[in-house]
């Protein structure tokens, strides 16, 4: 029967079709159970590649970096003999650093914590956990978590030291490591304050906020108050606008700044009150 | 209320964003226009509203505004809103190498992205006056064709998802991923090749690829007859595209489309044939043509097309003679100057570049001419009087990619 | 007392109202429980009993309504679970098949996950209206459960006008999705809204036109009386009698369900979601469910009317007698015969059976956590229910063939809803509207005429 003569037999037909696909093997690849075949050539695999003797392929040469339109890679690394840390990242840090630089020429103070993660630690507690976990690189993520809930934070030892024991390589580490804003490399202070310095917040008078803050914690951006409780910091816009510059107490978002509520914060922390929800 | 007629200003200047009160009733917020188009388009007759077709749109085929402007259901006007995709493509190919270029050119029209990776590729290659291996030519060749095979299954896929049926896509994307799993086998990815260097390509065939090229063409005919048997005569898709915006030729000839669309029409317009280029005029193959200019003579050309594909595959396959891959090249790649404009024949349409070249490493100017973004220009002249329904069926007709429009 | 502040602090809002009445529920419970052990009980239960007696007709009509309620529930999550498996095969995929076994729990979650979202009220919205709206479509789909009968003399509600009453009520679906539509503060939800009630209007037509030859060859509008009429032998279903009416019901009943090919309100890749597009959480849950309930009520209908309700393919008393077993005593589930203590069915029964064993799971399996447990003892208590009606029912064989026969054929009918969904396209809205008034209003004329001038013919030839 033509189906231009039958009206609606086009439509049975295609549901016919339709019926007869249901009996037909299914196409869907059940992953984690069935994996599905990589062409040898795949290039997609985000890790880096080892050559045939073992060693680690990538140089740290930063070419691709460099190459990259849009500033997606973010590389870090300890040279083989363990004398610096490098660290390449998007535009935003390189900004930290232009000002970071920008204030030494000003002759202004700005301490130096580039060192700080390098000093030796006690791996005993270390070695417990990698006990523990197995010495499995794909416990990673449990063993960087239980690092940091040891030593605070993960110093560039532990992680060589995980490196070492478990064969996962350093730069995988640090890019777990990197992923997850819950683990950090550097040692908490015991308050962090934290000034958006973007140009929204600017207008909406951030620069005074900061500037009373320098005062009153007697520090300048980046660095820890003399008794070593507070560390100031400025960060990134984060596309939020309250009507006032956005300030960070430990993590807490103020709902409102102002250079009165700068001096009251900046007193309480130094006297070592806890800042609860902000008032 | 409003800021002085006679001064223009842009809602972008802070003042005006600060005089103006943000409310939650304007879809289209009040603009001061700056032509007369813009003073036509926005003012509201009697019962008319504005719809946003908002860049965020589960059938706009990428990010597109399209505002419209409609009498209950039928569409009295509309207006696009391009640039949502805007990535500064030209602009980044005039900082880097020519081989950058590439890999920048590559996310142009991501569906089949072997076409605008090829556009630096053969702009390079005519300034700089360079043959190809004959080897490399055919792979081009090859990779072209599955390319557009690729490219036409999921056309149909969207076509039929534009219009609510929900099983016509993953048909075409069961088809698409054999398709990608043999280029992944061949180029090492699946959507962004980065396969063609400028001189040949990278990397020769290999076996995983020919052995699941050859498994997949003793199928393909089989699969894309019965895909099409649940669509060419279903009743309710031909009554929804037949008939359906009507381009003739003086009007796509006008502006400036390319393609199926004009194919469509009864331009017998393909570049393969009027401006040929690599291995094409060595090989047999039809250009479907169609006189009537809907809808539905673009879906069915699309369904010829990937049938005059297969047959290329076929001749490329057969006549594919050994030799090397890619040309030798010197490291450092100084184009010598000049001007170069290469067009080639996407699944869109046809696909232009013009490079100027001033004899550095660099491309002084990269200039893209994407077909979507031409054949785009339809949808603003056939769709005023149809219904909302309608502008689906045209605008998935006329299969655009907006990272091709937007750059 | 600080020690309950601050887990009281925590609840969400409905948690705050259900932990409350729940915990009155079991106060009740412990309450009756010791009236009645302490003596005064005998005194008190008579004088409910005698109360109870004397409103016998509204207790029954209470339970009728809470099993129609709580049976929508199961039915929406098996329409769905069959949806995604059908869709997915027909699309040469698997469809959910992680949660439970080949993926059957998978609606449940769909639940959970519905109730779990952001409930929150866009600004500018009308907000008593939308708030209701989800209210009143979804009850005008359930309403329409009282008078369908699942087998015999298993109704709800027995009304001599009960097909009335069906479409009186379903047609109550238009007013809220008009609500939705306008009280979204949105463009989108308003041209949902309105071609919604358009299309959903102009087709009610067709659908009660073309019911109106069955009901001349039944001559009542009875459900239960037109299921009857078609016992026996297959052939006396009406399907064979009225075939055009059941094509122009069945086209009729995908548009009034919102079913592609007619699926322009939710028409997913033109307005978004249509009028639901402001809607979420248990509010979209709501226009959700309601919506494959109206394919249930509708595919039960088409069954009731066209194929035979809860009607076997042929009579096997017959085939029974023959064999040797007879048919015990045939007793139709009327619940009106379980007397005043059906109070207490759809109260304490099944939260407490669900409790019971959601704690039975939980102290078995307790890695599983309370959620899970409460999913697996609400799974078992329904399976218990179940279990519990068929085993009294196979002491009524027909009751629990019928129901087997009548929700087969259901179900049979919603997975061809289901394969209609995925094979075609949408019709556009003007073409929708032309083929409802300009096709099937005169083919469902055309069929009342012809049944009513051979019924004539028939009875002046008989005499």
């Known amino acids: 029967m033509r189906t231009d003569r039958v009206p609606g037999l086009a439509l049975v037909k295609g549901m016919w079709f339709a019926f007869r696909q249901v009996l037909r093997p299914k196409v869907t690849v059940q992953y984690p159970e069935v994996l599905n075949d990589i062409a040898p050539r795949h290039r997609g695999r985000l890790i880096l590649l080892y050559d045939e003797a073992g060693t680690l392929k990538c140089e740290t040469c930063f070419q691709c970096a460099a190459a990259c339109p849009i500033e997606c890679i973010d590389m870090g690394g300890v040279d083989t003999r363990n004398r610096y840390h490098v660290h390449w990242g998007p535009a935003e840090q390189y900004a930290e650093r232009r000002e970071e630089s920008a204030m030494r020429r000003s002759g202004r103070p700005v301490p130096d914590r580039t060192f700080d993660p390098f000093g030796s630690i006690d791996l005993a507690p270390l070695d417990a956990i990698l006990a523990a976990e197995g010495y499995r690189p794909r416990r990673s993520l449990a063993i960087l978590e239980r690092t940091q809930e040891v030593y605070g934070h993960l110093p560039v030892a532990a992680l060589q030291h995980v490196a070492h024991q478990t064969g996962a390589g350093y730069s995988e580490l640090y890019g777990i490591a990197s992923s997850y804003p819950h683990l950090r490399f550097e040692p908490p202070g015991s308050h962090v304050v934290r000034v958006c310095r973007c140009t929204q917040c600017a207008l909406l008078g951030g620069g005074r906020v900061l500037a009373a803050f320098c005062e009153h914690l007697g520090t300048d951006v980046g660095g820890l108050s003399p008794d070593g409780a507070v560390r100031l910091e400025t960060t990134d816009c984060h596309g939020e606008s309250s009507g006032s510059p956005r300030v960070e107490v430990d993590g807490e978002i103020l709902p409102r700044s102002s250079v009165e509520d700068a001096v009251r914060i900046a007193a309480a922390l130094r006297a070592n009150v806890p800042q609860g929800q902000a008032a | 209320m409003r800021t002085e007629p006679t001064r223009i200003r842009s809602l972008d200047d802070p003042e005006v964003l600060v005089q103006t009160p943000a409310t939650i009733y304007d879809a289209v917020p009040p603009l001061t226009p700056r032509t007369e188009r813009e003073a036509e388009f926005y003012t509201l007759g009697d019962g008319e509203m504005f719809v946003n077709l908002g860049p965020q749109h589960p059938s706009t085929h990428g990010v597109l505004r399209v505002v419209l402007k409609i009498d209950g259901e039928r569409i009295v006007d509309l207006d696009p809103v391009l640039g949502y995709l805007h990535r500064g493509v030209e602009k980044i190919c005039e900082h880097g190498d020519w081989h950058h270029a590439i890999s920048n050119c590559d996310p142009l029209e991501y569906a089949a992205s072997m076409f605008s990776e090829a556009l630096p590729v053969l702009a390079a290659e005519k300034l700089l006056g360079l043959e190809v291996p004959r080897r490399a030519e055919h792979i081009r060749v090859l990779v072209w064709e599955l390319n557009r095979i690729a490219s036409h299954a999921l056309f149909i896929g969207w076509l039929a998802l534009d219009l609510g049926g929900l099983t016509p896509i993953l048909y075409g994307f069961t088809e698409r991923d054999e398709i990608v799993e043999m280029l992944a086998a061949l180029t090492g990815q699946k959507l962004l090749f980065n396969y063609m260097r400028i001189g040949g390509v990278n990397g020769d065939l290999n076996h995983e690829f020919l052995s699941r090229l050859g498994d997949w063409m003793g199928r393909a005919g089989k699969h894309i007859d019965g895909q099409a048997t649940l669509m060419n005569e279903n009743e309710i898709f031909v009554n929804r595209t037949k008939g359906l915006g009507v381009i003739d030729r003086e009007t796509a000839l006008r502006l400036a489309m390319s393609g199926p669309p004009l194919r469509a029409s009864g331009v017998p317009y393909d570049v393969r044939r009027a401006h040929p280029y690599s291995v094409y005029p060595e090989l047999e193959f039809d250009v479907p043509v169609r006189s009537e200019g809907d809808s539905y003579a673009r879906y069915l050309l699309h369904i010829e097309e990937i049938k005059q594909s297969l047959r290329i595959i076929d001749q490329v396959l057969q006549r594919m003679p050994d030799g090397p891959v890619m040309a030798k090249l010197p490291r450092l790649l100084r184009v010598p100057p000049g001007r170069a404009y290469i067009a080639l024949e996407s699944p869109r349409g046809q696909y232009a570049a013009y490079a100027i070249s001033d004899g550095t490493d660099q491309p002084f100017r990269f200039r893209i001419h994407d077909p979507s973004f031409f054949n785009l220009q339809a949808v603003g002249l056939l769709t005023p009087g149809h219904l909302v329904a309608d502008i689906m069926a045209i605008m998935a007709s006329l299969d655009p990619i907006m990272g091709g429009i937007d750059k | 007392m600080s020690s309950l502040s601050d887990p009281w602090k925590h609840l969400s809002t409905s948690g705050k109202i259900i932990l409350p009445l729940v915990a009155l529920l079991v106060l009740g419970t412990v309450a009756l429980t010791v009236l009645w052990v302490v003596g005064i009980g005998p005194q008190v239960m008579q004088g409910l009993l005698d109360t109870a007696g004397a409103n016998i007709g509204i207790l029954r009509f209470l339970a009728a309504a809470t099993g129609v309620l709580l049976f929508t529930v199961p039915a929406a999550f098996v329409i769905i679970f069959m949806e995604l498996k059908i869709i997915a095969f027909m699309n040469l995929r698997i469809g959910p098949n992680r949660i439970g076994p080949w993926g059957t729990l998978s609606s449940t979650i769909h639940g959970l996950k519905v109730l779990a979202k952001e409930d929150y009220t866009p600004s500018g919205v009308d907000v008593p209206v939308f708030t209701l709206a989800p209210a009143v479509v979804y009850l005008a789909a359930v309403l ?102 059941l094509i122009i019901f069945f086209i009729a009943a995908t548009a009034e369900a919102s079913r592609t090919p007619f699926d322009f309100t939710e028409a997913d890749s033109e307005i978004v979601a249509g ?151 949408r019709v556009r809205m003007d073409q929708l509207m032309g083929f409802a008034w300009k096709w099937m209003m005169p083919a469902a004329l055309l069929n009342i005429f012809v049944t009513a001038g051979a019924i004539l013919i028939v009875k002046e030839l008989a005499g």
């Open chain 3, 144 to 245: 329409t459960l009282l008078v369908i009968p699942f087998g015999p003399g298993m109704l709800g509600y027995e009304m001599e006008l009960g097909l009335l009453y069906f479409f009186a009520v379903g047609g109550l679906g238009v007013i809220g999705l008009m609500m939705a539509g306008w009280s979204s503060f949105n463009k989108y939800s308003l041209l949902g809204g309105l071609r919604a009630a358009a299309a959903i209007i102009s087709y009610e037509l067709p659908l009660i036109l073309g019911v109106m030859g069955v009901v001349l060859l039944a001559g009542t509008l009875n459900l239960g009386t037109i299921v009857e009429n078609q016992s026996g032998w297959f052939l006396n279903w009406y399907a064979f009698q009225q075939p055009l009416a």
């Open chain 3, 275 to 425: 009028f639901a597009t402001e809607y979420s959480g248990m509010r979209f849950g709501f226009f959700f469910f309601a919506e494959y309930v109206n394919v249930f009520i509708l595919s039960a209908l088409t069954v009731t009317l066209f194929l035979g309700g809860w009607n076997g393919l042929f009579d096997i008393d017959p085939l029974l007698e023959a064999v040797g077993i007879a048919t015990p005593v045939s007793l139709s589930l009327d619940i009106a015969s379980l007397g005043p203590w059906l109070m207490a069915i759809p109260v304490l029964v099944l939260p407490i059976l669900v409790m019971g064993l959601t704690a039975l799971v939980w102290m078995v399996k307790s890695s599983w956590g309370f959620l899970v447990s409460l999913i697996v003892g609400f799974v078992l208590a329904n399976l218990l229910i179940v279990g519990a009606l068929s085993i009294w029912a196979l002491f009524s064989f027909d009751a629990l063939m019928g129901i087997t026969w009548f929700l087969g054929k259901s179900f049979a009918l919603v997975a061809l809803f289901v394969l209609m969904r995925a094979t075609f396209p």
